[in-house]
């Protein structure tokens, strides 16, 4: 199939990638003429394992391009696929402008009858509003041709990606046009999920999932932050609850492991659009307000125990920082509690200095610009004459800690554990003093 994507961020970079692979032909359109021509060169703006390659590949093959005309893009397409930014518009809203802007563009440009599948997460009932916008533009035209759009939200989790596309879990589709079911049928035909079936509902509940899903995880993760901090008081060891709870499949695995919080461009949007969405409707979505609150709260616990520690006083205090980034194998900052974490020490007086493998390659460019804040390229060397260093992400390279040069390097011996990736006993064993995320018991004396 001729397969046109508007967006060249990371679901549609991914999509388009992984199409190609699987014998169709791929368009990539962006108004970011600066962002194609990059593209077109093999330079991928995005950090995410086996992106590079696999566009790479998409190039050489002839049958991915990558372009800035939508005109050309849309030439004999079969199949529109939106994957444009939704961002939140700074009211826990969802800004649809580039959605709507590419409802306009399609309704001006459209010469044939083409499904248009929205990819981008987007509000309940945005479908059919898209869906109105474009036959208002095609009406004006006096095109006769039909342009049915349909709600086809994307699972992916950053970091795995590629796999999740070539193996989905689910593909939901929302629309009750027999056609467009058709299309979708064969565009996804070699990366259907094991049930080999697409789940199609109406494109209200398809949106809604998207949604439902992304706060449903970030709930599992509150309540087990919360459950966590309880833990560190009363002796409990919230992994092995973790453990103890997963093997439930009416609960199941994932998503309950304790942290320094959830971070990412989509649980904390989605679901502040959720709350939102559905306060337009008149409904209190009380229980994801909690979550929100309690991951707010979580962000800030490994400074309230580092304030513990320094009677509150950072004056000339190194704290180092290992991770950055959200989560691991990724350069991606959106929503990362590491933010809210420096952003503390930096207002308490502290000199703060961090490493991340992958953000700290693009330092000169790191969104909090300020004198006492440094990174570094070495994990050890930002943390000399440290009196503490936090680990922030669980980069799988941070478990391979050597205690001894650390200890040699750092001025006070303290760790705090934010993703729970050291063995506590083997910290102690190096006499470190180390706290963590409901595993440790905290002493309220
Ligand atoms: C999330 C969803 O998990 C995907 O299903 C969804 O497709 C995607 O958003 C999206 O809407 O595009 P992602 O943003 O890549 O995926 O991030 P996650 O892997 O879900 O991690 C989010 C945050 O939760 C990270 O900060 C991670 O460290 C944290 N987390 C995750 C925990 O603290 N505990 C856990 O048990 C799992």
């Known amino acids: 199939m001729k397969v046109t994507i508007f967006g060249t961020g990371y679901v549609g970079l991914v999509t388009g990638g992984c199409l190609v692979q699987k014998n169709h032909e791929v368009i990539c359109f962006d108004i970011n003429v600066g962002r194609i021509e990059n593209l ?84 309940v ?54 056609q467009v079911i058709e299309v979708v049928n064969k565009l996804y035909k070699d990366v259907m999920p094991e049930s080999n079936e697409i789940l199609v509902m109406s494109p209200e509940s398809s949106e809604l999932t998207k949604y439902a899903s992304n706060a449903f995880l970030g709930t599992k993760i509150s309540y087990m932050n919360q459950l966590s901090q309880f833990c560190s008081l009363a002796g409990a060891n919230i992994d092995d ?43 209190d979505l009380s229980i994801l307000k909690a979550v929100r609150d309690v991951n707010e709260n979580q962000k800030r616990y490994l400074f309230s125990i580092a304030s513990g520690l320094f009677n509150g006083n950072f004056q000339d205090k190194k704290i180092a920082i290992w991770g950055l980034a959200f989560k691991p194998k990724t350069d991606d900052m959106r929503g990362a509690p590491s933010l809210t974490i420096i952003k503390n020490l930096l207002d308490s007086g502290s000199k703060v200095e961090c490493y991340d493998p992958v953000v700290s390659k693009d330092r000169e460019n790191f969104q909090i610009q300020n004198e006492s804040l440094k990174i570094g390229l070495d994990p050890y060397e930002i943390v000399k004459g440290a009196d503490c260093l936090i680990i922030c992400t669980d980069w799988s390279e941070f478990k391979n800690i050597n205690y001894e040069k650390l200890g040699r390097l750092m001025n006070r011996k303290t760790i705090l554990d934010g993703r729970n990736i050291l063995i506590p006993d083997e910290a102690a064993l190096n006499n470190f003093e180390y706290y963590d995320i409901g595993r440790t018991k905290i002493d309220q004396t």
């Not at 970091?159 to 009750?176: K, W």
């Not at 973790?242 to 439930?248: L, Q, S, Y």
Request: with cysteine.
């Open 125 to 178: 009932g945005t479908s059919v509003k898209i869906q109105n916008l474009i036959h208002k533009g095609l009406k004006e035209r006096k095109m006769d041709i039909l342009i049915p759009v349909a709600s086809n939200p994307e699972f992916l989790h950053e970091g795995v990606a590629i796999s999740e596309f070539y193996n989905p879990d689910r593909i939901v589709l929302g629309t009750q046009d027999e």
């Open 241 to 283: 609850v973790r453990k103890g709870m997963g093997p439930d499949p009416d609960i199941a695995p994932g998503y309950l492991y304790a942290g320094c919080g959830f971070g990412g461009s989509c649980l904390p949007k989605d679901i502040s659009s959720l709350i939102h969405q559905a306060g337009e409707k008149g409904k």
């Open 40 to 123: 077109n060169e093999g330079n991928v703006p995005i950090f995410e394992p086996g992106l590079n390659e696999l566009i790479a590949k998409g190039i050489d093959s002839g049958k991915l391009l990558f372009t800035s005309s939508s005109k050309d893009s849309l030439k004999n397409s079969d199949i529109i696929i939106l994957c444009v930014g939704t961002p939140d518009d700074g009211t826990g809203a969802t800004s649809l402008k580039a959605i709507e802007s590419c409802a306009k563009i399609i309704s001006e440009t459209l010469d044939h009858s083409v499904p248009v599948l929205i990819k981008s997460t987007v509000p």
